[in-house]
């Protein structure tokens, strides 16, 4: 940062801090979503550290390339104005699809899940009926 004026990169830096806390939050909701899929705590687990490794880079090369590892509270209101934002506008409307994908997905994996399961369905059924005739 120029010690002149500094005002410019400290806004700057705070338009990076509310990106990142936008991306940040619409990660938090795509990692929700799988959550809710998954249904599996482990898989709850993994999500977790994963998105607190993401954060903790995503504020760690903030503070590196952006401010010179000056850490500052306005990055930190950046952040939760960014998150704030996305949940309020362009969150709502991606959870949506979200859900609505998901929805769908589930429904595809169920029908695509039967048809895999079709010929071991059908073989069982045909080796019953073997059985019975060489039975009798």
Request: aromatic share 14%; with cysteine; hydrophobic share 55%.
């Amino acid at each position: 940062m120029i010690a002149a004026n500094p005002l410019p990169e400290q806004l700057q830096a705070v338009w990076y801090a509310a990106i990142t806390g936008a991306g940040l939050g619409a990660l938090y909701d795509l990692f929700r979503m799988i959550r809710w899929w998954s249904k599996s705590r482990l898989m709850e687990l993994l999500l977790d550290l994963l998105f607190s490794v993401v954060s903790a880079v995503a504020l760690f090369v903030l503070v590196t390339a952006v401010t010179q590892l000056r850490v500052r509270g306005f990055l930190l209101l950046g952040f939760v104005l960014g998150w704030f934002l996305w949940s309020r506008l362009a969150g709502r409307p991606f959870r949506w699809l979200l859900q609505k994908t998901g929805g769908m997905l589930c429904a595809a994996g169920s029908v695509f899940q039967h048809l895999c399961f079709l010929p071991v369905q059908l073989y069982r059924k045909h080796a019953n009926f073997l059985e019975k005739i060489t039975k009798k």
